[in-house]
């Protein structure tokens, strides 16, 4: 008796020290039981605990589950059993459930035990049951096994927390440098590592590259097959360019179609580098040569790439990223899957054209570095008839800069639609005031030009429309003026577009007239309000004969098609004198006025009327 | 081990010996062999390789300090027994690399998934072998009977000593599936002397502290209390092997722990006494030992009839794994021993064993134990 009860202190001090001994659950169970496996003579010690709904050991279950679940057992590739059944009165404390089954070799006991009412130990045993005293010697030990499991459940929600935070911080910190879609290094990531690659070609001497590619006819793609099938392009893109690429350098995604290859350690040979970067060119065209798979679609595309050697004397890296990206528009200038070293003085004017191009994205941005001029125009005896409004542009990064240069750029851009809609609608708030502040009964009209590819927009009535409700002018004080390339093609919709704005009472002038090519048969079917003779043939036409010709074909033209006539350009009386006695009687030029700010054009009114 | 397995006992340690006996089992139908062989007749290590590399059919066995055949124990010449079934041999390597063991059992799966029986036949001498049962354990559970043990030299010196198709080979396991079940029975006639006490610091089979004090303070204090030996005038190992360490098993039984060595105040044992386990001191008398002999194979019967529930099935073979260290303390009476085991068995064609390094068995528990100073009897 006495040996026994030694037997069973010794087992229950061994048992007991090693519950507790690692925090995490998995690792304390696993001490426990090797212990216990050995120490009790065991087959087999199973663990079942309630679970949460992402399956982990919880202290409360699922809502309405109440059912425990295998969590592991010891050995590991011991047969799952299924917890004990324990009663509402059970569970809630420290009580045995002993079951027995026999398999062909041997009879097996499983005594299970409820730990803390959130989980459940079974011992199982060979063909020999314990004595009922080690059943007793083993509720304490299974209530301090309860109490640690419930600290190692606690501290295991708490590394989860824990781990879902950093998860979430690795998760921010990876979208920061990286692009969502293609999950390359982005636009940030690039540059950092730009910097480092030419501060180190700058410190030993040795030449990078930095490769600009654009897709070509990427557009068409967005445009036809949606932007799902779109996207799909650019992750296999990205793919590709990663394969081919490798381990030489770093592909990123800048934005849209714009991808960045990065190569570092060029050698010091400016000649031996570009000849590196003519290797990997050949690799890259080669290995677009096959189409891409882009969801149901497989589809062939091929890079304009512009290439930047550096470090280049003291060049920074929006520089290098600049001058790879100049040499790019003068790949995709060349034709499909071409590709161009940077060349400065080829490169210059288009250099020139994208930062003003990038100017104008951000003044259409911040706003305010528009503004209108009006320009008056002027009948037989000088009264004020109208005014045209002319835009100007406060570039802060470059003086003086005209309609005539930066409108083109805005067309070729895609931001005329958004640089008109401005026009349009600051040119439909300043006649609001000025007819707040008055007009002379003599104004008739204020004229404001549209692009061809404004004017061409289906939406372009409808905006025009929007503008007029929005500020509340009078239709019949707005003239639009279109050029006379504006309305050649597309001659059905834009007869239709300008009978429309002339049923709204809004009036229609041909502007630069004379300078186009357009039939008078064509001329006779727009129904235009106004014809603009050019300033070119109102210029020095008291002197050239030539001029004088033509512009008495137009007097006639319009009296025939009984539309009213103005010159622009008008700067001398002798000039003003011819074009009256040719039949025009409405101008407009330097003669009158130069176009000013709505405040002058204002105060000149008010001086007028005076 | 099954019905129709043949034994060839060669007394002549080579290599055209051992083709001879291996050509002979072959003609009767033999497509597995067990080869057990003695470290007294001194192979040529090398061409034992070379020709077991060279061998068509599955192998596997070892070098032991004596082997057994019949109710002989011999310590010259060569066992060969041969199967009438193509068995599966894995060969786990490197047991000292914990991580490796676990890498190379895993990939044992499927080998290990159907079997109801495995030979272990491991070098008795390597390191971190409770630590190789405990990962067997964990793949294999008690889903199959365990049974074998160690190989090796008697003079503690560890070099290869198991055979296999990959020649003779250290710090390995061998792992022979077999689709039967072998019946076991497990001995060992140790009795308790003085106990318990509790162990307060150990590290692995290093026995550091009982009772808060050396370990060697209180077994020196003890086995001097219990007898007239002398630790100042006797060799260690002269004296423990007579005073073995034993873990009190919850059954009543004893593990026993075998202390071989002492290094400053702590005892070198074979195998793990883990810390906060409670041991005890046994002692050992001859008739003892080979009473528990006897028990170890009358178990293996019982064990075979509550199987077979009844039903009349005689074993037709036995292998038997004896613990080295009995018969060094038997010494002349070892043979009393195997004499026991054969009165205790029905007659049998086929008696074979070795002498072994630590046993390893499934206890009835079905946990894998390494034991010592223990017999082990199968019945097949």
């Known amino acids: 008796m006495m040996s026994n009860t030694l037997k069973y202190v010794s087992i229950q001090h061994e048992l007991g020290m090693s519950i507790g001994v690692a925090l995490r659950l998995q690792p304390m169970l696993n001490a426990f039981s090797l212990v216990c496996l050995r120490r009790l003579g065991l087959a087999a010690v199973d663990f079942h605990f309630l679970k949460s709904g992402d399956g982990e050991p919880a202290l409360q279950g699922r809502p309405g589950s109440g059912r425990f679940d295998h969590f592991c057992s010891f050995p590991q590739t011991s047969k799952v059993i299924s917890a004990a059944q324990f009663s509402t009165d059970q569970i809630n404390r420290v009580s045995c459930i002993h079951r027995k089954l026999s398999d062909q070799d041997h009879a097996w006991h499983h005594y299970s035990f409820s730990l803390g009412g959130f989980g459940v130990i079974t011992l199982q045993r060979l063909d020999i049951e314990f004595d009922p005293p080690i059943l007793e010697l083993l509720k304490p030990l299974i209530r301090r096994l309860g109490l640690s499991c419930q600290a190692s459940i606690e501290h295991e929600n708490l590394l989860q927390a824990v781990a879902a935070r950093a998860e979430a911080e690795k998760t921010i910190l990876f979208q920061l440098l990286h692009d969502d879609l293609t999950r390359l290094p982005n636009r940030r990531s690039l540059m950092q590592e730009l910097e480092r690659q030419l501060q180190i070609g700058q410190r030993d001497g040795s030449f990078g590259a930095l490769l600009f590619l654009d897709l070509d006819r990427f557009k068409l793609v967005n445009d036809t097959l949606g932007h799902a099938v ?40 400016h000649a031996v580098a570009k000849g590196c970067v003519d290797e990997l060119l050949s690799v890259i065209r080669a290995g677009f040569v096959d189409p891409l798979s882009a969801g149901e679609h497989s589809l062939h595309v091929t890079p304009a790439i512009g290439i930047e050697l550096f470090p280049d004397e003291e060049c920074t890296a929006g520089q290098i990223l600049r001058r790879a990206d100049s040499a790019m528009y003068q790949a995709k200038a060349l ?99 000025m007819r707040r502040h008055g007009l002379p009964s003599s104004f008739r009209r204020l004229s404001v030009n549209v692009s061809a590819i404004q004017f061409n927009h289906r939406q372009f009535v409808e905006t025009l429309i929007g503008i007029i ?46 300078t186009g090519f357009s039939s008078l048969a064509y001329l006779s079917r727009l129904p235009a309000q106004s014809i603009k003779i050019d300033q070119t043939f109102v210029r020095n036409i008291d002197s050239v004969s030539g001029k004088r010709a033509i512009v008495e074909t137009i007097v006639a033209l319009s009296r025939s098609l009984e539309i009213d006539l103005i010159a622009e350009g008008v700067e001398t009386e002798a000039e003003r004198a011819v074009i009256e006695r040719l039949g025009c009687s409405n101008y407009q030029g330097f003669l009158f006025s130069r176009p000013v700010p709505l405040r002058d054009f204002m105060a000149s009114l008010q001086v007028a009327t005076d | 081990m099954n019905s129709g397995q043949q034994a060839v006992y060669l007394e002549s340690a080579t290599i055209e010996a051992l083709r001879g006996a291996i050509d002979t089992l072959r003609k009767t139908s033999a497509r597995s062999l067990m080869i057990f062989a003695c470290e007294g007749d ?30 002989t124990l011999h310590r010259n010449g060569t066992l060969v027994i041969g199967f009438p079934l193509t068995l599966e041999v894995a060969v786990i390597s490197r047991l000292r690399d914990q991580p490796g063991i676990d890498r190379q059992l895993r990939r044992l799966g499927k080998t290990l998934a159907d079997c109801r029986s495995v030979f272990v036949l491991v070098d008795g001498l390597s390191t971190n072998l409770e630590s190789f049962i405990e990962s067997l354990f964990g793949v294999l559970g008690a889903r199959a009977a365990v049974m074998g043990g160690g190989a090796g030299y008697l003079d503690l010196l560890q070099r290869p000593c198991l055979l296999s198709n990959q020649g003779v080979i250290v710090d390995s396991a061998l792992l022979v ?19 318990p006490f509790l162990v307060t610091r150990s590290n692995g089979n290093v026995l550091e502290e009982l009772n808060y004090r050396p370990a060697i303070e209180i077994y020196q204090q003890e086995v001097e209390a219990h007898s007239t030996s002398r630790f100042s005038q006797t060799d260690f190992f002269s004296i423990s092997k007579t005073y073995p360490l034993g873990i009190e098993s919850i059954d009543g039984d004893f593990l026993v722990r075998d202390p071989i060595k002492q290094v400053g105040g702590a005892l070198i044992c074979v195998g793990e006494l883990p810390e ?60 009393d021993e195997l004499r026991a ?25 079905g946990l894998i134990e390494l034991m010592n100073k223990s017999i082990l009897v199968g019945l097949s």
């Open chain 1, 230 to 269: 779109g996207d799909r392009l650019l992750i296999a893109v990205a793919v590709r360019l990663h394969e081919l690429v490798g381990n030489q350098g770093m592909v990123s995604r800048l934005s849209g179609d714009e991808f960045i290859i990065l190569i570092g350690n060029l050698g010091c040979e």
């Open chain 1, 335 to 433: 034709g499909l899957n071409s590709s161009v070293f940077y060349d400065r003085h080829l490169s210059f004017e288009l250099e020139r054209r994208r930062d003003i191009e990038k100017e104008l994205q951000l003044a259409l941005k911040v706003g305010d570095q528009f503004e209108m001029h009006y320009q008056s125009q002027h009948g037989s005896d000088g009264e004020c008839i109208g005014a045209e409004a002319l835009l100007r542009w406060h570039n802060p990064f470059r003086d003086g800069i005209g309609p005539a240069q930066f409108i083109p750029i805005a067309e070729e851009a895609g931001l005329m639609l958004e640089l008109g809609a401005w026009v349009l609608r600051r040119g439909c708030l300043d006649l609001r005031e």
């Open chain 1, 469 to 514: 409700a929005e500020t509340g002018v009078e239709p019949s004080l707005l003239m639009i003026e279109l050029t006379e390339s504006t309305l050649i093609g597309n001659s059905e919709s834009t007869i239709e577009k300008m009978t429309a704005l002339r049923k709204l009472g809004i009036k229609v002038a041909i502007d630069d007239f004379g």
């Open chain 2, 42 to 71: 001194n192979w040529a290590i090398r061409e034992l390789e070379t020709y077991l590399r060279s061998l068509d059919l599955p192998v596997f066995g070892g070098i032991f300090p004596s082997i057994i055949h019949g109710s």
């Open chain 2, 177 to 195: 599936a077999l689709p039967m079940r072998v019946d076991r029975g497990i001995g060992h006639g140790w009795q308790m002397l003085s106990g």
């Open chain 2, 276 to 335: 906060n386990a409670t041991v005890y001191l046994l002692k050992g008398e001859a008739s003892a030992l080979v009473a528990a002999a006897a028990q170890a194979a009358t178990s293996a019967l019982a064990m075979r009839e509550t199987r077979l529930r009844g039903v009349s099935a005689a074993p037709k073979a036995a292998i038997i794994f004896d613990c080295i260290s009995r018969a060094l303390f038997l010494d002349e009476g070892f043979s």
């Open chain 2, 341 to 365: 085991i054969e009165r205790a068995l029905p007659p049998m064609d086929c008696v074979v064993g070795a002498l072994t390094i630590g046993e390893i068995v499934s206890s009835r528990s």
